[in-house]
């Protein structure tokens, strides 16, 4: 009888699920929880509408994710205002005409980039910490809002920037998911065939070894958290699109779940290892996840503990994951 091999515990491994595999079994178990305790939640129309309300946290989580994975405690915390103001800059310049949707959302855009231009500026060469940078952002970026608002947002998203985000194309499915999949294979595309997403990976594994093989790390965080805010403010237009009306803090509620969804995706705080499709993922299980603690009535004291006993538990799977694989 032959003695047993070291392959049988490699193959053991080999088979373990990934964090974006856990991530969707979880948001395959919610959803079944949600129809168990209320018929319906899984049909169609609601499934539908659950990622409706994804894409626009999933849009957001494009910048968050390319800015944890540059690594050195990077995260930014100035999306949701961000995406805020962008909305507002959006909706004064459309004002409901289709023929401003262009100088809008340039303007829009362009504005969001001089953010994260800031942000990234103020990260590299002053050395400020990344949570302390963007925090302070929210601070400025609401001042911007005020400033150039007066305290009272005015405008209208254009009727057709609002038949784009909320129009059904095919299958009874908003135009919204098919910007969100076409963001999401941009994002995917960017980060893994692009030498701007290798010097990212190299720069949030080992900042002074990627330097040393001569990848610019000031330069590649710089434009990490350009990008981060430049999709944070494509999020508002997008946003603006489904309310139609802006008001003040249209966006601040996304500025936290848009950092979690990162980690539940499986991109490490740590940087330098992840992908968008975790988070995409991620998206979809916080989203879900609302839906369900909506259907139950469940206030949002005890939606807070809820979703970070969630967050702990798939935290600890990856980590225990991770564990076995070393």
Known sequence: MSAPTVETPRRALAWRPGP?????AVAVVLVIAGELVSPGFAGYGQLVNLMRVAAFLGVIAIGQTIVIIAGGGGVDLSVGKVATFAAIIGSRVMAG?????????????????????????????????PFVMTLGMIGVVQGL????????ASGRAAPALTSLVNGRIVFDLPGLLFLW???????????????FGWNLYA???NRTAAELTGVRPGRTLVLAYVLSATFAGLAGILLLGYTESVF???????????????????TLLAGGIGGYAGTAVGAIVLTVLQGLLTTLDIGGAWRTVVNGVVLLVLLSLYGRQRRLRS
């Open 97 to 129: 005409d289709d023929a401003n949707i262009v100088p809008a959302v340039a303007l829009a855009l362009l504005v969001s980039a001089g953010i994260g231009l800031v942000n990234g500026l103020g990260v590299t060469l002053l050395r400020i910490p």
């Open 181 to 195: 999949l076409l963001l999401g294979l941009l994002a995917v595309w960017l980060l893994r065939r692009t030498t």
């Open 20 to 24: 974006v595999a856990l991530a969707g």
């Open 248 to 266: 003040l803090d249209l966006a601040d509620q996304y500025m936290l779940p848009s950092v979690a969804a990162v980690v539940i995706g499986g």
């Open 145 to 152: 809002i005020l400033a150039y608002t007066g305290g009272q």
């Open 203 to 205: 720069v949030g594994a």
